[in-house]
C-alpha cells in the first residue's frame, strides 16, 4: 500500500504532463486487488487501498468510478479502456460494455480504435506468462478476441509486465499479416503491445520464441502513436534513457474498408 506522501510524490511528478493532456489512466492491481473488495482476482497487491486513492486522485468519465472501466475520445482515436481487475468474460457487465464502447465508435470521425487494459489480456512472452504456456493472463483473451476482430480493434495495449513487446496483427493465436514495419491494406488482426517499463524492475521474457513476437525489449520505454489522417498511422516505441526510437512501424489503409468489415463483417485470413 503507497502512502499519501507516495501519492503525492507520484502526482507530483506526473503534474508537468498531466496538467498539459488528457491523462487517462487503468484500473491495477496495485491500485485494485484486496480480499472482499469483489476484484476478479481477490489478491493482495493493493495492500489495502482496494482503488479508492487512484479512483478518486483521477477523474475519468467512468459511469461508476469503483467499477473502472470508460471510453474516451481524442482526435481521431477511440480508447477503450477495460478494467482488468473486474470480470471481463462474456456475459458479464463489463464485457457488455466493452462491446457497447468498440461498436458505438463513429470511424468517420474517430479511425482509429485502441483497446486498452493493465493485465495483459491479449499476449506476452513475459516469462511467468511463457510458464504456464497461456502467454496470457488466464481466461484474458477467450472472449474478447471475438470483439477486436468484429469491431476491427488496430492495436491492444497492456502493462503489468515490465517490458516491451509486440505483436504482429494477430487474431486467434494466428498472425494474419507477417510484417514487421509496414501494414497497408486491410488488415484482419489486432497488433497487441505491451508498453510495462514506466518504472519499477524490469521483467524478463521466457525462452520460448513465439511466432507473432515481432519486437521484444527489455528496458523503460514508452509508446507514441500519431495519426496523420483515416487512412495512415505511425507507432514509435523509444526508449526512457534516450527519447530515441527503437521500434516503429505504420499502417496504410483506406479507411473505408473498415467501415466495411464493421457493417458486414470480415474473416481472418491466415498464412500457411
Sequence with gaps: MATFSQWDQFTSQIEPISSVVPYMIASGNHERDWPGSGSFYDGKDSGGECGVPAETSFFVPAENRAKFWYSTDYGMFRFCIADSEHDWREGTEQYKFIERCLASVDRKKQPWLIFAAHRVLGYSSDKYYAADGSFEEPMGRESLQKLWQKYKVDIAFYGHVHNYE??????????????????SGTVNGTIHVVVGGAGAHLSEFGEINTTWSVFKDYDFGFVKMTAFNQSSLLFEYKKSKDGKVYDSFTISRDYRDVLACVHDGCEATTLA
Design 166 to 183: 509486440r505483436s504482429c496483427p494477430i487474431y486467434q493465436n494466428v498472425c494474419v499479416n507477417p510484417e514487421k514495419t509496414h501494414y
